[in-house]
C-alpha cells in the first residue's frame, strides 16, 4: 500500500463526516444534547489493547462527539465573542495539518515562514498598525496580551535601568500596572502571569470605556515604570476606550501601552468603524484575535508589538542546535513557543481571499447584524437595550432580573438562536454578540423573531 493510500481512507472518512456536520450548522438545534459523561460513554472508557481502522475511530468519534457539540458556527449563535469558520480559512487550516510543519525557524519551513510574514504584514495593513510592527501568532488573546505584557514589562525596567534576563524580577523596580474596570478576565490572567499582579483599576464611564481623567489620576499617584492596558471592544457594550486620548496620557507619564483588541481591533479594518480605533496606531502593543472576527478556526491569536527589539528580547530562544537565522527574526523569536503548527496560514489564505475590501465588508456586516437584532428587540414589549451599540455586542435586559433570565433559559431551550447570560452594572442581562461570516441581516432577524417566541414562552 503507497503511504496516500494509507492517508486515504482516514481522510476521504473526515471530509464526509466535516461536510455532513457543516451542512447541518446553519438550521439544526444550537445547544448539545449530551453531557460530558454521556460522549464518555459513547466513545467506549477502555483503552483497547488494540483498536479498529482509523475510518472506524473517525465515525465513532462522531457518532458519539456530535452530540456533545454546540453549533458555535450557526449564524444564530451570539454567544460570548467565538467567531465562525470560512470554507478558506477550514481548507487552509487542513493544510496546516497535512503540511505539518515545524513552525519555528525560517531556514527550516521558509514555505510557511513565507506566508505567516505577509499574513502579518497585511494584518498591520488593515488593522492600521504601524507597518513595522512584529507580530506573532499564538494560540489565542489571552496569551497575545501575556505576549504583549512581558515585553512590555521587560522594556519599562530596562529604561528605568533594571535588566529583567540579567538580574530576574525579584528585587527590581515596581511596575505599576494599570487596567480598566471594564477589562476581559483574559487581562488578569495575563498580567499575573507575567508577574504584575492583579492591577490598579481605573474607574470606567457608564459603557465601560476607560475615563481619561481617572487614568491621569492613577497615574499621578505614583511614578516609576509604568503599563496602561486598555481595550478596543467591551464584551457587554462593545465599547471602545479613547484609545488616542488614553495612550497620549499614559505615554506622557512613560508609560508602556496594551490593547486587549481581541475582537474590537479589527473595526479599524471597515471605513464605517474605524473612528471607534482612532489612535491605536499610537499604543506599543496590541493582542487580537483571529478565530473570533476573522473567522479561521481556533487556535490563532495574534501578538503585535511596535518595538521589535523589545519583543525579540523578551521571548526568543538562542541554542546552537536552532541554526536560528543571524540577522532576520525566526518566528521563535515573536512567541513563547518553538514548535508550533503553522497557524498563520488561515490568516493568509483568508485575508487573500477577502482582500482588504472583503474584510471591510465582513467587519460591516458584523456590526449591521448587531443593529438589526438592537433594534428588533427594542421594538418588544418591555424588553430594553441596555448599551449604546456601536460595534457587534448588544447587551438585552427584559424587565426584573428574574424575567431576563427566564427569557434566556427559554431561547436556550428553543434551541434557534443563542445569547450568554451575564451580569452588567449590577442587572441580568442577555448579550447578543456577532461575529459569525454567515449572520447576516436576515439570520439576524431569524434572531429576532427566536427571542420574541422566548419572551412569549417566558410569560
Ligand atoms: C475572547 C477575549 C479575550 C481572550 O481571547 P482568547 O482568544 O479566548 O484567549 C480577551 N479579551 C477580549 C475582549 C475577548 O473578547
Not at 519599562?156 to 527590581?172: E, F, I, K, N, S
Request: charged share 20%.
Amino acid at each position: 500500500m503507497s503511504d496516500r493510500e494509507a492517508y486515504g481512507p482516514a481522510l476521504d472518512d473526515a471530509v464526509s463526516l466535516a461536510g455532513r456536520w457543516l451542512g447541518g450548522v446553519r438550521e439544526e438545534s444550537i445547544p448539545p444534547t449530551a453531557d460530558v459523561d454521556q460522549v464518555k460513554d459513547g466513545l467506549g472508557r477502555e483503552l483497547p489493547d488494540r483498536g479498529p481502522g482509523a475510518p472506524e475511530v473517525l465515525r465513532r468519534m462522531a457518532e458519539a462527539i456530535e452530540p456533545g457539540l454546540m453549533r458555535i458556527g450557526s449564524p444564530r449563535f451570539h454567544g460570548w465573542v467565538m467567531g465562525g469558520v470560512q470554507p478558506v480559512s477550514l481548507g487552509a487550516d487542513w493544510l496546516v495539518s497535512a503540511w505539518d510543519q515545524n513552525t519555528g525557524l525560517r531556514t527550516v519551513t521558509p514555505g510557511v515562514v513565507a506566508a505567516e510574514e505577509l499574513a502579518a504584514a497585511w494584518l498591520n495593513d488593515v488593522l492600521g498598525l504601524p507597518t513595522t510592527a512584529e507580530v506573532g501568532f499564538v494560540t489565542g488573546a489571552t496569551v497575545a496580551s501575556l505576549v504583549g505584557l512581558v515585553a512590555a514589562r521587560d522594556e519599562v525596567l530596562r529604561r528605568a535601568g533594571w535588566d529583567a534576563a540579567a538580574q530576574g524580577l525579584a528585587g527590581g523596580p515596581r511596575i505599576r500596572f494599570l487596567v480598566g474596570a471594564e477589562r476581559h478576565g483574559s487581562v488578569d490572567s495575563s498580567g499575573l502571569v507575567a508577574g504584575l499582579g492583579r492591577g490598579r483599576v481605573v474607574e470606567a464611564d457608564d459603557q465601560g470605556r476607560m475615563r481619561a481623567d481617572a487614568l491621569r489620576a492613577a497615574l499621578a499617584e505614583g511614578s516609576g515604570p509604568a503599563i496602561v492596558c486598555l481595550q478596543a471592544g467591551n464584551i457587554h457594550s462593545g465599547a471602545f476606550d479613547p484609545l488616542g486620548e488614553l495612550t497620549d496620557i499614559a505615554h506622557e507619564a512613560g508609560a508602556w501601552v496594551h490593547v486587549d483588541g481581541a475582537f474590537g481591533l479589527w473595526a479599524a479594518a471597515a471605513p464605517g468603524l474605524r473612528h471607534l480605533t482612532s489612535g491605536l496606531e499610537r499604543a506599543d502593543s496590541w493582542a487580537t484575535d483571529a478565530h473570533k472576527t476573522l473567522n479561521v478556526p481556533y487556535d490563532c491569536g495574534i501578538a503585535a508589538v511596535a518595538d521589535a527589539e523589545a519583543l525579540h528580547r523578551a521571548v526568543a530562544q538562542h541554542a546552537a542546535y536552532l541554526a536560528s537565522s543571524a540577522d532576520v527574526a525566526d518566528p521563535a523569536d515573536r512567541v513563547l513557543e518553538l514548535s508550533r503548527r503553522a497557524r498563520g496560514l488561515p490568516v493568509y489564505a483568508t485575508l487573500a481571499q477577502l482582500g482588504r475590501d472583503g474584510v471591510a465588508e465582513l467587519v460591516q456586516q458584523l456590526a449591521d447584524s448587531a443593529q438589526v437584532i438592537a433594534d428588533g428587540i427594542r421594538a418588544i414589549p418591555g424588553a430594553e437595550v441596555l448599551n449604546d451599540v456601536v460595534y457587534t455586542q448588544v447587551c438585552a435586559a427584559f424587565g426584573t432580573d428574574e424575567r431576563t433570565r427566564a427569557v434566556g433559559a427559554a431561547l436556550l431551550a428553543g434551541g434557534d438562536a443563542l445569547a450568554s447570560p451575564s451580569v452588567w452594572h449590577g442587572r441580568a442581562v442577555l448579550r447578543f454578540s456577532v461575529s459569525n461570516w454567515l449572520t447576516d441581516a436576515a439570520e439576524a432577524g431569524r434572531t429576532v423573531a427566536a427571542v420574541r417566541r422566548a419572551v412569549e414562552a417566558a410569560g
